[in-house]
């Protein structure tokens, strides 16, 4: 029974990367700085999300105003 025949390619991926960086350094800063855009872009796109979809529902709070007694 075979799970899977690609096993090796994220520690391939890896290794890859940490080549291309030690060659590279500057590489090191552009995938931080995508990563750091594509974590914003996220929250705005899931904030505006949230915003859109959340309706004119009124917020409602009671108050008890015999506590404590």
């Known amino acids: 029974m075979r799970t899977s025949t690609m096993w090796w ?3 391939a991926a890896l290794l890859f990367f940490g080549f291309m960086i030690a060659v590279f350094p500057e590489l090191l ?3 931080v700085a995508s990563a750091f ?3 914003g ?3 705005l ?3 505006w999300t949230i915003q859109r979809n959340r309706g004119n529902t009124p917020i409602r709070v009671y108050v008890d105003r ?4």
Do not use: E, T, V
Request: proline residues 11%; charged residues 5%; positive net charge.
């Open 29 to 31: 800063a552009l995938m």
């Open 41 to 43: 872009g996220g929250y």
């Open 45 to 47: 796109l899931a904030g």
């Open 37 to 39: 855009m594509f974590i």
């Open 66 to 69: 015999n506590w404590p007694r």
């Open 9 to 11: 390619i994220p520690g």
